[in-house]
């Protein structure tokens, strides 16, 4: 290297002194080359970073494009893709900008291309004055449709804080962003489902087949601890409830006697003009009327002609004075039971039911065989497991709405929620996962198979499990919604869970693991920890943006 050094250096050193001419001339054309070099790294780079942007803006327009190109005319096309484009791209440098938008009415896509030049600085000293780019986007809006169902906390934890007006808001928010996704009705569908420890299904369904009461028809054994029919209704012994506390009551057979001593020496007659035993049994009836005992229908006489009261005028007017005839007819006098067999309890009639249903399965234990609170099999009028128990719970949510695109009728349920109750997030997870597939209260549209479909629960609580049908232990419950998390991975299912923490409870690590899409499951990427009330709108932003996002073919 010192010798090559020593070399250049001399050679510099002649050049210096030469007085040649043509040596001159040749270093100014050894540096032509050396000039164009540079030139074309500063240039291409300077361009590059123009058509980088150009693509960006013309992803942006054929999203916006998108969905005014099945209504507008190739005229409006062209104006509004020129004008949403050029509002997009600011870069001064690029000159003679055009952009061309096709749709063929009946396709799926919509293409807007770009031209443009870029002067060049450098290069133009070998002749190159400028740089040409061209640059091209598809929205395919028709390929993929949303599936969304919005599992929403409405328990009484979340009136602190400004917590359920600040859902309230971010829900409504992130339904017009779904809409404006829409192009055509049925490319996005919601289900809302509010829970607590129930979930509500409408009272309107209580003559549906996927409810249990606890009738006779559905289960001789009429287990009071889920059974509606054993909480609901009236005792003849007095305001005893449940069920098997009114019928652990006596009473009387006869009806008004409260006692067992007034019971027993009560009793009712064959005869019912009669309320004591012996004029019960001594009864009968006179042939000259109204004379109720034996001695003054015999000793008593009547005319024949029922005008005349006195035997003179009956016998001057023709008529026959006689002696009343007695007929004994004797009532049957039965005295009064005292016993625990005459207390009858009468459930209420189930049109009088608010709606809310429990978790399914056994009524003392979870089903650990067939799970039915962790899946979506459908209800099986024969398995009492398989149906939603029917609970009178009094901090009933409003009722959740399947799959729908009725966005105004999404909006009222929204804005009518009231916080109140203890939390149960299994039950609302189970039913907003049965409102993607269909069952029970929820009917799923078909799908269609020349579209692809995003799958997804969006799970907001704002506190940890208090209660559900079995128990009050968090851990037990937080058990067996691990278990259905797990199936909805398990289904190709994406789920976003969001915990909105703002009285210092611990981070939930159930919600952590729970969240997650297919292929990528637990994925903290899914979870959201909120401290403030406010952040539910943003992060429900971010995350309509994520499902609303259409697929962007370059």
């Known amino acids: 290297m010192m010798s090559a050094w020593t070399k250049f250096r001399s050679a510099l050193r002649a050049f210096r002194v030469a007085h040649a001419g043509n040596v001159a001339i040749t270093f100014a054309l050894a540096t032509l080359p050396i000039i164009a070099t540079v030139g ?64 063929t009415s009946g396709s799926t896509a919509m293409v807007v291309s770009a031209m443009a030049e870029v002067p060049t600085t450098l290069l133009g000293v070998i002749g190159i004055n400028k740089i040409d780019l061209t640059s091209s986007s598809s929205s395919k809006w028709g390929e993929t449709r949303l599936r969304v169902a919005l599992v929403l906390d409405n328990t009484g934890s979340m009136a602190q804080s400004g917590k359920m007006t600040a859902l309230q808001a971010a829900t409504k928010s992130l339904l017009s962003q779904l809409q404006n996704a829409v192009t055509t009705n049925g490319d996005v569908y919601v289900s809302i489902i509010p829970f607590v420890k129930d979930v509500n299904f409408d009272g309107a369904n209580y003559t549906s087949n996927y409810i249990y009461w606890g009738t006779v028809a559905q289960d001789s054994s009429l287990s009071d601890n889920i059974s509606w ?102 009532g049957t006098w039965t005295a009064g039971v005292w016993s625990k067999a005459n207390t009858k309890w009468t459930p209420n009639n189930h049109n009088t039911w608010n709606g809310c249903v429990m978790d399914r399965g056994n009524p003392g234990t979870p089903d650990t065989t067939n799970n039915y609170d962790t899946n979506v099999v459908s209800p ?56 993607l597939i269909g069952g029970g209260p929820f009917t799923s549209p078909a799908m269609n198979p020349n579209y692809k479909y995003t799958q997804a629960i969006i799970l907001l609580t704002d506190g940890l499990n208090t209660q559900d049908r079995w128990y009050t232990s968090q851990n037990s419950i937080d058990a067996r919604e691990q278990l259905t998390c797990n199936n909805i991975n398990a289904a190709g299912i994406t ?60």
Not at 74 to 90: G, V
Not at 296 to 305: E, F, L, P, V, Y
Not at 403 to 429: D, E, F, H, K, R
């Open 495 to 554: 789920l976003y869970t969001i915990q909105v923490n703002t009285g210092g409870d611990p981070t939930s690590t159930l919600l952590q693991k729970c969240a997650g899409s297919p292929g990528n499951y637990p994925d903290s990427g899914k979870f959201y920890l909120l401290t403030s009330a406010n952040q539910m709108l943003t992060v429900f932003t971010q995350i309509g943006t994520e499902l609303s996002q259409l697929r962007i073919a370059q």
């Open 380 to 435: 099986d009028v024969t398995i009492n497991a398989s149906l939603y128990a029917a609970d009178q719970y009094s901090a009933c949510p409003q009722a959740a709405m399947g799959l729908s695109y009725n966005w105004s009728s999404m909006t009222s349920l929204v804005n009518n929620m009231t916080p109140n109750g203890n939390t149960n997030q299994a039950i609302g997870l189970q039913l907003g996962w049965l409102s």
């Open 40 to 103: 074309f790294a500063v240039d291409y780079s300077r361009a590059n970073s123009v058509k980088v942007a150009m693509q960006a803006a013309l992803d942006s327009t054929a999203l916006m494009l998108s969905k005014e190109a099945a209504t507008d005319t190739a005229t409006q096309l062209q104006t509004n893709a020129q004008n949403y484009f050029l509002a997009l791209f600011t870069r001064t440098e690029a000159k003679n900008v055009t952009v061309t938008a096709k749709f």
């Open 229 to 330: 029919d054993a909480n609901q209704g009236t005792c003849s012994a007095g305001n005893y409830s449940p069920r098997s506390t009114c019928l652990a009551q006596s009473t009387c057979s006869i009806s008004g006697y409260t006692s067992q001593s007034s019971c027993t020496g009560a009793g009712t007659c064959s005869l019912s003009s009669y309320t004591s035993q012996s004029t019960c049994t001594a009864a009968g009836t006179c042939s000259n009327g109204a004379k109720t005992t034996q001695s003054s229908c015999t000793t008593q006489k009547a005319c024949s002609k029922s005008q005349y009261s006195t035997q003179s005028n009956c016998q001057n007017n023709g008529g026959i004075w006689t002696a009343g005839t007695w007929t004994a007819t004797p």
